[in-house]
T-cell receptor
Framework: DAKTTQPPSMDCAEGRAANLPCNHS???????VYWYRQIHSQGPQYIIH???NNETNEMASLIITEDRKSSTLILPHATLRDTAVYYC???????????FGKGTMLLVSP | DAGVTQSPTHLIKTRGQQVTLRCSPK?????VSWYQQALGQGPQFIFQ???????QRGNFPDRFSGHQFPNYSSELNVNALLLGDSALYLC??????????????FGNGTRLTVT
């Protein structure tokens, strides 16, 4: 699976949009971009995934650049409960395992 | 709709002992994967079960073994426990071997402490 690069930590004010970047410059055409988050002492929570097009669900939006070498996860109105480690993962279409990196620790402050 | 459930939530064992962890997948899912998460690290893939067979395995020794039952639930067994086996053990379920198209859903894990 392609390697991803994320900043180790980010801060965001409550109520503002949180934009979490991810670099995956070696991504292949059959690899999906997945985002998970992990709140302390809980299991990873699935957020969103995409292949080529931008995606939106009730939790977040995923913006993938046209060359697919990077993506941004957007939490439109961050709350304190969004404080967590966010993992960007590139996953081969026919491989159902996930390879986690170190992720980005997002701290949402009042 | 029940999500992935794991038991027990916490466990303390002594070096050399054996442990069994249990997982029930999310309703409608038939594939179970196990991950180990050491403190401060991301989860690491142990193995995956589908149709009661081990389908993929990560870089873990044979002391780690598993089983999947006809109702899709699964067990993770670890023999001859080492101090380094202390970790959060996560179970994840998904639908088939659809890979990138089917998200994995995780339980909240079993915290194993080996003393």
């Amino acid at each position: 699976d392609a390697k991803t690069t994320q900043p180790p930590s980010m801060d965001c004010a409550e109520g503002r949009a949180a934009n979490l970047p991810c670099n995956h410059s070696t991504i292949s055409g059959n690899e999906y971009v997945y985002w998970y988050r992990q709140i302390h002492s809980q299991g990873p929570q699935y957020i969103i995934h995409g292949l080529k097009n931008n995606e939106t669900n009730e939790m977040a939006s995923l913006i993938i650049t046209e060359d697919r070498k990077s993506s941004t996860l957007i939490l439109p109105h961050a709350t304190l409960r969004d404080t967590a480690v966010y993992y960007c993962i590139v996953r081969v279409a026919l491989n159902s395992t996930l390879t986690f990196g170190k992720g980005t620790m997002l701290l949402v402050s009042p | 709709d029940a999500g992935v459930t794991q038991s027990p939530t916490h466990l303390i064992k002594t070096r050399g002992q054996q442990v069994t962890l249990r997982c029930s997948p999310k309703s409608g899912h038939d594939t179970v994967s196990w991950y180990q998460q050491a403190l401060g690290q991301g989860p690491q893939f142990i193995f995956q079960y589908y149709e009661e067979e081990e389908r993929q395995r990560g870089n873990f020794p044979d002391r780690f073994s598993g089983h999947q039952f006809p109702n899709y639930s699964s067990e993770l067994n670890v023999n001859a426990l080492l101090l380094g086996d202390s970790a959060l053990y996560l179970c994840a379920s998904s639908l088939g071997l659809a890979g990138g198209r089917s998200p994995l859903h995780f339980g909240n894990g079993t915290r194993l402490t080996v003393t």
